[in-house]
C-alpha cells in the first residue's frame, strides 16, 4: 500500500494543479516555468476553479493548458490577451488570474495591450516567457532579442533590446521582477508573492527556446543565463497563512507586507538592493544593460496603487453574476426617462 | 427689408402651405446654433406637429459649414426630404452655393450685409440686420454670436407663427435650470421675433398651425434608444473607443448607467465601462468579458468593425456572447465619418477570415435600436455568439419622433449555462456538444465549483470537449454544428415586416434607416397608380417570409444605401432560383436616402 500523496491547506495533491502533458520540445525553458506555477499555486492553496488562465498566441501561450486543469482556459489571439484579461476582470473580480505570454507576443504584436494592461493597473500575474525568438515560425528574432545576439542561423541581430520590465516600471507597474526558468527556486517565490499583490505583476522570466536560441553567441541560452544571472538578493516568501519568523541579522532583510497580509523577504546581497525604490529600479536596469549584466530578482514593488477593480469602483460581488434586480432598473425608471424626453 | 421676386408671385396665389415643408439651417459648425435648431424643431413638435431634424456636418470642431434640416410634415413622413422650402442661410462660406440650390419660389432668410438678394431673383428674400439685432441682445461679444441664432428662431417663429408659450417650453427644457441662460435666450426670441414684426411683410406661403398628432410621442436620436435598450437588458461590461458616429451611444449610455446603475448605499456600481486604447481591444475586453458570464457589449463604426475582425471570428469560433453595435457611415477607409451608410451589411455579416456568419438585427427606427439592444444581448447568450446591431449615422445621430418605448415583457434569459449542481445532475459536461440538437452547447462560467466545470477556450482547432484537435472530422463536425446552430437562429431573430397590398405586382425591400423614406414613395408611387406590397428585413439570416414575399410578386426592388447592393446580393444567394426576380435601388452619396430618390427610380426601372 502507498501512502496517501500529501495535501495542501485545501486538501488538494499537486496533481489537482497540473495540466495536460506539454507538447513543446524536451528541455523547453516554459516546460519549467509550467511547474513552478503549478508548484505555486499548489503551496498557495488556491481554490483552481476560483483561477482564471489566460494566453496569447506562441509557444508560451500553449502552456495554460499545462497547468491547473480544473480552471477556465483562454487561449486568445496573438498579442491581445491583455484586452480578454480586462474584460474577464471586469466581469469576475473575484477570479484569480494568470496570463502567459511570450516575447513576440507581449514586445511586438501586443507591445500596445501590454502597456494598457499594466496602465489600467488590472489585477493578475503576467508572466512573458521570454527566449528572444519567435520558436513556433522557427526562430525568427523577437524584439528582446539583445542587440548582437546571434541567431542560429548566424545571422546578428541588429536592433536594441525592449526591455520589458523598464516599460513596465515607466508605466507604473506596482510588481516587476525578473528571473530565470533555470532558478526555480527564486521563480516560485516570485510567483507566490506576485499571487499575493494587488495589480498587475510582471514577471519577465528568460525560458531558453532549445530549439533556435541555445547556441553559442545567444544571449538567451541556458549557458549564457546560468552564467551571467546575478540576482538581486534571495527572495523568499511568507503567506499569510504560515506565519513564520525567523531571526536575521538587523539589516540584511528586508520585508515587504502584501495586501493578503504575506510578507516578501528579501535577503540582501552585497548590493543593498531596495525594489521599493523606482527612480532606483530604473536606474539598474539601464546600468545593466550597458554592463551586460542579467540580474534577476524583485526589480520594483508598490503595494500602495490602487488596481482597476478598485478604480471602477465595482461591489464584492462578480458583475457577470449580478441578478436582474439589481442589472435591470424598474419599470419606473424607463417611465422617468421617456418623461424628460417629450 | 424684402423683396420679391417675379417668379414667385404665383406660389402665393397658390394659397397657405400649412405643416407641410422644409427648413434649413445653414451656419458654420461649432457657432452654437445646435440648441436654437433643437429649440426650433421641439417648438414646432410641441405644438402638435409631426417633425424630424437631421443635422447634416462635417468631420471637424469649428469653422466648416454644417446644414440642420426640419422637416415639418403633417402626414408624420420623417424621412430626409431633398427640396428646401425655406432656407436660413447664416453662412457667408456657404451662402451663394445654398441660395442657388433653392427652387424658384423658396424663401431665404439671411444676414442684410450678404446681399443675397442679387443672387437669385426668383426667391423670396427676408433680409435681417442680423449684427444690429445681435447688440440689442447682448453687450459681450461672446454671447452675441451664439445669441444671433435665437435672433433666426424669433424670425422664424413670428413668420411661420409658433407658439410663443412653445418657444418658451422648449429654451426652458434646452437650458434646463440655467436661469441665466434662458432668460438670455428668451430675450434674442423675442428680439427676433418683435423686429420680424414690425419690419417683415408675410408674403411666403409657408405656417404653422397645431395638430394633435406628436401628443404622448418622444423625440430622441438613435444612439441614445440603443443605449436605453442595453441598460434595460442588463448590460454590466461596456467597452468602447471613441469613433464618430457611434461614440453617443456609450457617452449617453453612461450617463443612464450613472443614474440608474449605482447602488445609493453603498455607492457601488453594477457595471463598468472602460474605455479602450483601440477597438481591438474593446473588442477583446467585451468577449473575455462575455466568457466570463458578463452581459457585455462594444459600440463602433466601420474602421472599428475592420480592427474587430480577428476577435470577432474568435467570438464565432468559440462561442463567446457579446454584442457589437455598429453605427455606420461612409466607407471604405476613413470614408465620409459624419456621414451615413448601410454599406458595412456584408462586411459585418461574414466578419473574420475564413467560413464566418454572424447574426446581424437591422432596426429601422429609434423604437427598434431600443428593442433590438434588448433582443441583441438575449440573443447573444442564447446563440454563444457575436451579435451585430448595424444602424447608421442617420438613424444614431439625428432625432426622430417616436412613440414611447416599451418596459421589458420578458425577464433576462442568460442561455444555456450549467451551474455546478446543472453537471452533477446531468453527469458530465462538455462543452462543444450538440446535447439538445439546436447547434447551441452549453458552457460554464469561470468560478463554477466543480472538478468538471471548466474547460479551455482556444481559437484553434477544438473537439466537443473542447480539447485541441486537428482531426478533419472534428474540425468538420465543430463547422457543421457552428451552421446548424446559424440556421436555428431564423427561428429566433426579429420577423420581417410584410405589407402586402391587393394586386400588387412590384415588391420592395429595405431594411434599417431606408424605411422611412421607402414607406413614404410608396403613396407616392400609388398616386402614379403603381401599387407595391413592402417587405421590411429586421435580421440575418433571413426568416422565413423573404421567399414567400419574392415569389409573390412579379419582381422586387431591394433599396438600400450601399454601392454594391449588398442586401441585394445576399437575398440572390439566398434564393438562387429566384435571383432574375431581384433589382435595385441604391442610394449611396452619404446623405440619406430620400422618398423622391426612390419614387424615381422605380418608375424610371418601370417605364
Known amino acids: 500500500m502507498t501512502a496517501a500523496p500529501p495535501t495542501n491547506r485545501i486538501g488538494l495533491t499537486l496533481n489537482d494543479y497540473k495540466g495536460a502533458p506539454s507538447t513543446l520540445c524536451d528541455g523547453c525553458g516554459h516546460d519549467a516555468i509550467t511547474a513552478q506555477i503549478i508548484k505555486a499555486f499548489y503551496e498557495l492553496g488556491t481554490e483552481p476553479h476560483m483561477v482564471a488562465k489566460l494566453s496569447g498566441i506562441g509557444c508560451s501561450s500553449k502552456t495554460p493548458a499545462y497547468f491547473l486543469n480544473r480552471s477556465h482556459g483562454f487561449n486568445s489571439v496573438h498579442g491581445r490577451m491583455p484586452s480578454v484579461a480586462t474584460g474577464v476582470s471586469m466581469a469576475n473580480h473575484t477570479l484569480t488570474m494568470i496570463g502567459v505570454s511570450g516575447d513576440g507576443d507581449t514586445a511586438s504584436i501586443g ?25 513556433l515560425t522557427k526562430g525568427q528574432f523577437s524584439a528582446t532579442a539583445d542587440l548582437g545576439s546571434k541567431a542560429k542561423s548566424g545571422v546578428m ?15 507604473g507597474c506596482s510588481f516587476v521582477g525578473r528571473s530565470f526558468a533555470g532558478d526555480p527556486k527564486q521563480l516560485v517565490a516570485l510567483l507566490k508573492a506576485a499571487g ?12 531558453p527556446c532549445v530549439t533556435f536560441n541555445n547556441h553559442e553567441g545567444s544571449t538567451k541560452s541556458y549557458k549564457y543565463a546560468k552564467e551571467m544571472e546575478t540576482p538581486l538578493h534571495e527572495l523568499g516568501y511568507v503567506p499569510f497563512f504560515e506565519q513564520i519568523s525567523v531571526d536575521y541579522e538587523p539589516g540584511s532583510v528586508q520585508e515587504v507586507e502584501m495586501h493578503d497580509g504575506s510578507k516578501i523577504r528579501l535577503k540582501k546581497t552585497d548590493r543593498d538592493y531596495d525594489p521599493t525604490d523606482e527612480i532606483n529600479a530604473i536606474v539598474t536596469i539601464k546600468k545593466a544593460h550597458a554592463n551586460k549584466e542579467f540580474l534577476t530578482g524583485l526589480l520594483y514593488i508598490n503595494e500602495n496603487k490602487e488596481d482597476f477593480t478598485t478604480i471602477m469602483n465595482v461591489g464584492d460581488a462578480a458583475l457577470a453574476t449580478l441578478p436582474e434586480s439589481i442589472t435591470r432598473p424598474p419599470k419606473s425608471a424607463l417611465d422617468e426617462i421617456m418623461a424628460e424626453l417629450m | 427689408m424684402n423683396t420679391l421676386a417675379e417668379g414667385s408671385k404665383e406660389k402665393l396665389e397658390q394659397g397657405r402651405v400649412v405643416n407641410d415643408f422644409s427648413i434649413q439651417v445653414a451656419t458654420v459648425n461649432g457657432s452654437g446654433s445646435q440648441s436654437s435648431n433643437s429649440v426650433l424643431m421641439r417648438s414646432i413638435f410641441q405644438m402638435g406637429i409631426p417633425v424630424s431634424g437631421k443635422n447634416l456636418f462635417p468631420s471637424n470642431i469649428a469653422g466648416l459649414p454644417t446644414w440642420f434640416t426640419i422637416r415639418v410634415n403633417k402626414d408624420g413622413y420623417i424621412a430626409r426630404k431633398a427640396e428646401t422650402e425655406i432656407l436660413i442661410a447664416m453662412n457667408p462660406q456657404t451662402a451663394i452655393e445654398d441660395v442657388k440650390s433653392l427652387s424658384s419660389g423658396a424663401v431665404c432668410i439671411s444676414p442684410v450685409e450678404l446681399r443675397l438678394e442679387a443672387i437669385r431673383t426668383d426667391v423670396l428674400h427676408y433680409q435681417v440686420p442680423f449684427s444690429e439685432l445681435a447688440a440689442k441682445a447682448s453687450e459681450n461679444m461672446k454671447l452675441r454670436k451664439l445669441l444671433t441664432n435665437m435672433l433666426y428662431v424669433g424670425i422664424v417663429a413670428e413668420l411661420l407663427n409658433i407658439d410663443h408659450a412653445q418657444i418658451e417650453t422648449s429654451i426652458a427644457k434646452q437650458f434646463e435650470g440655467k436661469t441665466k441662460a434662458i432668460d438670455l435666450n428668451l430675450n434674442a426670441v423675442k428680439i427676433g421675433r418683435d423686429w420680424a414684426r414690425e419690419n417683415l411683410k408675410k408674403q411666403d406661403p409657408y405656417a404653422v398651425e397645431p395638430m394633435n398628432k406628436t401628443q404622448g410621442k418622444i423625440i430622441i436620436d438613435g444612439n441614445a434608444a440603443a443605449a436605453l435598450g442595453s441598460l434595460f437588458a442588463g448590460v454590466t461590461v461596456v467597452t468602447w473607443y471613441p469613433i464618430t458616429p457611434s461614440s453617443s451611444l456609450c457617452e449617453q449610455l453612461i450617463d443612464y448607467l450613472k443614474d440608474y446603475r449605482i447602488e445609493k448605499e ?22 473575455g468579458a462575455g466568457w466570463a458570464g458578463a452581459r457585455s457589449m462594444t459600440s463602433t463604426s466601420g474602421p472599428g468593425i475592420s480592427l474587430m475582425a480577428e476577435f470577432t471570428g474568435y467570438g464565432y469560433f468559440t462561442e463567446i456572447p457579446v454584442v457589437i453595435f455598429d453605427v455606420q457611415r461612409v466607407g471604405p477607409s476613413t470614408g465620409l465619418p459624419t456621414r451615413t451608410s448601410q454599406a458595412d451589411l ?104 466543480h472538478p468538471q466545470a471548466a474547460y479551455f477556450t482556444r481559437g484553434s482547432g477544438h473537439n466537443e470537449k473542447a480539447g485541441y484537435t486537428e482531426k478533419p472530422e472534428d474540425y468538420v463536425n465543430l463547422m457543421d454544428r457552428l451552421e446548424k446552430k446559424f440556421q436555428t437562429a431564423r427561428a429566433f431573430v426579429p420577423p420581417s415586416v410584410v405589407s402586402l397590398e391587393k394586386f400588387a ?20 408611387l400609388k398616386v402614379a397608380n403603381i401599387a407595391t406590397s413592402y417587405l421590411r428585413i429586421k435580421a440575418l439570416p433571413f426568416t422565413d417570409e423573404l421567399r414567400k414575399f419574392v415569389e409573390g410578386h412579379d419582381h422586387v426592388y431591394v433599396i438600400e444605401q450601399n454601392r454594391d447592393a449588398q442586401m441585394r446580393d445576399l437575398i440572390r444567394l439566398e434564393l438562387p432560383d429566384l435571383a432574375m426576380k431581384i433589382r435595385s435601388v441604391k442610394h449611396y452619396d452619404g446623405l440619406p436616402i430620400d422618398a423622391r430618390f426612390v419614387t424615381d427610380a422605380i418608375m424610371e426601372q418601370e417605364r
Open chain 2, 266 to 287: 453603498s455607492g457601488k456600481a453594477s457595471f463598468a465601462v472602460i474605455q479602450a486604447e483601440d477597438e481591438l481591444a474593446a473588442i477583446g475586453m467585451a468577449l
Open chain 1, 111 to 135: 507591445l500596445g495591450q501590454f502597456c494598457h494592461l499594466v496602465r489600467r493597473n488590472v489585477p493578475m500575474i503576467y508572466i512573458i516567457e521570454n527566449n528572444g525568438v519567435y520558436g
Open chain 2, 505 to 524: 405586382i412590384i415588391g420592395l425591400i429595405a431594411y434599417g434607416s431606408s424605411d422611412f423614406a421607402v414607406e413614404e414613395a410608396r403613396d407616392q
Open chain 1, 157 to 171: 541581430n541588429e536592433l536594441p533590446p525592449i526591455d520589458l520590465c523598464g516599460l513596465a516600471i515607466e508605466l
Open chain 2, 346 to 449: 456584408i462586411s459585418a455579416h461574414t466578419l473574420s477570415h475564413g467560413d464566418t456568419k454572424h447574426i446581424v438585427l437591422l432596426p429601422g427606427s429609434v423604437a427598434e435600436c431600443y428593442e433590438m439592444a434588448g433582443d441583441a444581448f438575449e440573443l447573444a447568450e442564447k446563440f454563444q455568439t457575436p451579435i451585430f446591431v448595424l444602424t447608421d449615422l442617420d438613424l444614431g445621430m439625428n432625432n426622430w419622433m417616436s412613440d414611447p418605448f416599451v418596459y421589458p415583457t420578458k425577464p433576462i434569459n442568460r442561455g444555456k449555462v450549467m451551474t455546478a449542481a446543472d453537471i452533477d445532475k446531468a453527469g458530465k459536461f462538455e462543452r462543444y456538444r450538440d446535447v439538445d440538437g439546436d447547434g447551441i452547447p452549453y458552457r460554464t462560467l469561470p468560478g463554477t465549483d
Open chain 1, 196 to 207: 499575493s499583490h494587488q495589480g498587475t505583476a510582471v514577471i519577465d522570466v528568460i525560458s
